[in-house]
Nanobody, 117 residues
């Protein structure tokens, strides 16, 4: 699966953004699409995921109530809505795909979110 992440930018604390991940190359019926982020100087961490077939969602505890993942099956896109952003959310956000219970094999190029105080 080829993945293209977009939607990042420079925002102020408290603002919102919507990131998009466009998938191509394969049917997504057996895939889960996830979002991860890597903050400056830190390891990449899981943010949220959604199963394409049934829309089942997992969220990291750190973003529950602020970030929301959704899927657009008509356009092969997964969105990540980021609300109430803080400088601690500054990171490169990546989308990734895995088939069934396999590992996250396919990755997009990342989109940078910078939150100023």
């Amino acid at each position: 699966v080829q993945l293209q992440a977009s939607g990042g930018g420079l925002v102020r604390g408290g603002d919102s953004l919507r990131l998009s991940c466009t998938a191509s190359g394969r049917a997504l019926s057996t895939f889960t699409i996830g979002w991860f982020r890597r903050a400056p100087g830190k390891q990449r961490t899981f943010v949220a995921s959604i199963t394409w077939s049934d829309g089942k969602i997992y969220n990291a505890d750190s973003v529950k109530g602020r970030f929301a993942i959704s899927r657009d099956t008509a356009n092969n896109r997964v969105h990540l809505r980021l609300d109430h952003l803080t400088p601690e959310d500054t990171a490169v956000y990546y989308c990734a795909a895995r088939s069934g219970d396999n590992g996250w094999r396919d990755w997009g190029q990342g989109t940078l979110v910078t939150v100023s105080s």
